[in-house]
């Protein structure tokens, strides 16, 4: 069955630190996607990224990037010089081929920048 | 473009009482999904429609209904609410399964009283 583990509820930083949100996944499938959404204070749901399970490329956006490794089933996500905007709760997410691509998400966590 | 649409945006309900959350999209997308956020759980699937006439139950279905009659309309049912269904849920669409990102409904507050 597919899981994913965000094992850091909170994390607090101050602006301009760098911080690494962790996700951890479990599926048996061989065809999968990995998503990365953020939701800020005002609750809409906003889509960040997403990855295949063939293309470890790790991806950079900007101050956002993305470290996919399938040997440690992680997908961690990475802010750089991190800003007050970038407070909000982020979700990592799994679509796995059996079981119709259903889509599962990590309880998320939820990152404080202060000024 | 309205993107994902949900009504009403706030509910309260007593015990044993029934409603239907409405959503609905209008990006032509055929996969669509009903989730619900409560504090510590992220999101938990309902249930989820791969296109008209076909749903299929997510992790939480209990208490739940839904139907697909067009692609547009996806309602979810509440049969006889109960304190425990006191949530946040969102309505999300994608244009296919899987591969494609969801795009989500500002979500209906629900408590249950």
């Known amino acids: 069955a597919q899981k994913v583990t965000q094992a850091q509820t909170e994390i607090s930083v101050v602006e301009k630190e760098d911080v690494t949100l962790d996700c951890v996944y479990e599926?048996?499938?061989?065809?999968?996607?990995l998503f990365w959404y953020k939701q800020p204070p005002s609750g809409e749901l906003v889509f960040l990224i997403r990855?295949?399970?063939?293309?470890?490329q790790n991806e950079i956006s900007g101050r956002y990037s993305w470290n996919f490794q399938k040997s440690t089933s992680s997908f961690n996500f990475t802010i750089t010089a991190s800003q007050v905007v970038d407070s909000a709760v982020y979700f990592c997410?799994?679509?796995?081929?059996?079981?119709?691509?259903?889509?599962?998400f990590g309880a998320g966590t939820r990152l404080f920048v202060k000024a | 473009n309205a993107g994902v649409t949900q009504t009403p945006k706030f509910q309260v309900l007593k015990t044993g009482q029934s409603m239907t959350l409405q959503c609905a999209q209008d990006?032509?997308?055929?996969?669509m999904s009903w989730y619900r956020q409560d504090p510590g759980m992220g999101l938990r699937l309902i249930h989820y429609?791969?296109?008209?006439?076909?749903?299929d139950q997510g992790e939480v279905p209990n208490g739940y209904n839904v139907s697909r009659s067009t692609t547009e309309d996806f309602p979810l049912r509440l049969l006889s609410a109960a304190p425990s269904q006191t949530s946040v849920y969102f309505c999300?669409?994608?244009?296919?399964?899987?591969?494609?990102?969801?795009?989500f409904g500002p979500g209906t507050r629900l408590t249950v009283t």
């Open positions: 997410a799994l679509s796995e081929g059996t079981g119709g691509f259903k889509t599962i």
């Open positions: 429609s791969v296109g008209a006439g076909i749903t």
């Open positions: 999300a669409s994608s244009y296919s399964q899987g591969p494609s990102e969801q795009y």
């Open positions: 599926t048996r499938d061989t065809t999968y996607y």
């Open positions: 990006m032509n997308h055929e996969y």
């Open positions: 990855r295949n399970s063939f293309d470890e």
